[in-house]
C-alpha cells in the first residue's frame, strides 16, 4: 500500500440495505400488498398472511444471497442460455 494514500471505506457501502432482514424493495411492496387487502378490502386476516409468509420467505431468501432479486432478475431474463 502506498503511504498518503489511504480512505477510510465506511461498512455501509459494502453492505446491502435490508428492512428487518429482507431486501428494501421488496418488503416495502409486501408491506403495501399486504396493507391494500387488509385495510382496502378490509380482509385482515389474509392482509396478515400475505404479510406474515411474504415477509419471512424474503427474509430467509436473504440470509441465504442479499441480492437474491437482482440474482432472479437475470435468471429470467437469461433463461434460454441453459435451456437444452
Known amino acids: 500500500m ?3 494514500f ?3 471505506l465506511h461498512r455501509s457501502l459494502t453492505e446491502p440495505v435490508l428492512m428487518a432482514g429482507a431486501p428494501r424493495n ?3 411492496t409486501i408491506g403495501t400488498l399486504a ?5 382496502g378490502l378490509q380482509l385482515w386476516i389474509p392482509g ?3 404479510w406474515l409468509l411474504g415477509h419471512s ?3 430467509f431468501l436473504a440470509r441465504r444471497d442479499p441480492d ?9 431474463r437469461h433463461k434460454e442460455h441453459l435451456s437444452c
Do not use: H
Not at 437474491?68 to 429470467?76: E, K, N
Open 48 to 50: 396478515l398472511l400475505i
Open 68 to 76: 437474491f432479486i437482482a440474482t432472479l432478475l437475470r435468471a429470467l
Open 6 to 8: 489511504e480512505i477510510p
Open 57 to 59: 420467505a424474503a427474509v
Open 35 to 39: 396493507a391494500a387487502v387488509g385495510l
Open 2 to 4: 502506498i503511504e498518503g
Open 26 to 28: 421488496l418488503a416495502i
